[in-house]
């Protein structure tokens, strides 16, 4: 790790720790901005930070840390379509969103068709779920189902609707967002056809990635809290942390946080420069349902040896075991990475 990564690293944790666990956007997103963490992936020629996809999942991380509430991941995505997109006055759209303009993105695949026939304009129907802050965001970046088109959407206009969804993990803020043929100037089509293909996989991959490293950064703080617990615990007038099966367990839920969070560093070595290709996308989706399964394990594990406070709504334990649930189904779902992954087990096995 760069020693320039390592500061704003360690600025984040600070932060985070300030602000207290599930901050609330109103809290953590203006000193997001103010010390530029949105910039992190930017590219250094468009005012950025060039720290690339290792850079935000580092920060990706120490969020999951604290089960922030921003919508980071969101605006990353949107940050990296214009960073790799054609436009002229990109760098002044990236301006713009890093300093304070929120834009958004679905956190899982968008249902939606996007008519390109017209001359001027474009039209939009469908749904798009799981969009984080969608209320408060200037603009939507969206694909439609058939991976050919990628746009910005301005999100104050006629034809769209929003339904906020009701999770149990209530410090990501969700909502539906309906559009009924929405028309949207051509100027903002980012990419279409094979470029847009390929800008998609990019981001899908991206996506994967930052969740996963926000559920590695969640399972190892609910995991410090667990062991914080059980020296501190007593029953038979011993601490807890002395029984060795206690120790065990923890033990184990440090082995499949260590192996998802190398899953992911050995993925980010390897292949960050290629974030666009199949077997990169497919690598993330490991490297995703690896850390969100360990994140769901270490959370059940958490809330037993916790004991009864931990079943306490006063007790943080179940905001963890909460993001878990909703973690597994967001980006590429837990259950379609394990179709996917066994699919090309088969087929490398058989070729």
């Not at 990635?209 to 969640?218: R, V």
């Not at 490297?287 to 360990?294: E, G, Q």
Request: glycine share 6%; with cysteine.
């Amino acid at each position: 790790m760069s020693e320039y990564l390592q500061e704003i690293r360690d600025s984040v944790r600070q932060v985070v720790a300030d602000s207290g666990l599930a901050a609330g956007h109103e809290t953590v997103w203006p000193l997001a901005v103010e010390l530029g963490w949105l910039l992190t992936s930017v590219p250094e020629e468009l005012g950025g930070l060039d720290l690339g996809v290792a850079g935000t999942s580092e920060l990706c991380q120490e969020l999951g840390r604290g089960l922030t509430e921003i919508p980071f991941i969101p605006a990353v995505l949107a940050l990296e379509a214009l960073s790799h997109c054609q436009w002229s006055d990109r760098a002044s759209w990236i301006e713009r969103f890093t300093t304070g303009e929120l834009v958004s993105a679905p956190l899982v695949e968008a249902d939606l068709s996007i008519d390109r026939s017209g001359v001027d304009q474009v039209l939009v129907s469908g749904s798009a779920t799981a969009v984080q802050s969608a209320e408060e965001a200037s603009h939507l970046l969206l694909w439609d189902s058939s991976s050919e088109c990628v746009l910005l959407i301005p999100m104050q206009q006629p034809g769209l609707e929003f339904i906020k969804q009701s999770t149990w993990d209530e410090a990501r803020r969700l909502y539906d967002v309906i559009f009924n043929e929405v028309a949207v100037d051509s100027s903002l089509v980012l990419a279409t056809d094979e470029v847009a293909g390929k800008l998609i996989a990019r981001l899908r991959t991206l996506r994967n990635f930052s969740l996963a490293a926000d559920a590695i950064g969640a399972s190892s703080a609910l995991l410090e809290l667990t062991v914080e617990h059980l020296q501190t615990r007593e029953q038979f007038g011993r601490p807890l942390a002395l029984f060795q099966a206690l120790k065990h367990r923890c033990a184990d839920m440090k082995t499949v946080i260590a192996g998802a969070e190398a899953m992911l560093q050995d993925c980010l070595r390897k292949f960050a420069s290629q974030l666009g290709e199949d077997v990169v996308e497919l690598k993330s989706k490991t490297a995703k349902y690896l850390a969100s399964t360990a994140f769901l394990q270490v959370a059940e594990e958490a809330l037993q040896l916790h004991g009864g406070i931990g079943m306490a709504d006063e007790h943080p334990c179940h905001l963890f075991l909460k993001r878990s649930l909703l973690s597994e189904h967001l980006a590429t779902s837990d259950m379609t990475c394990e179709v996917d992954l066994a699919t090309s087990f088969l087929v490398g096995t058989e070729g």
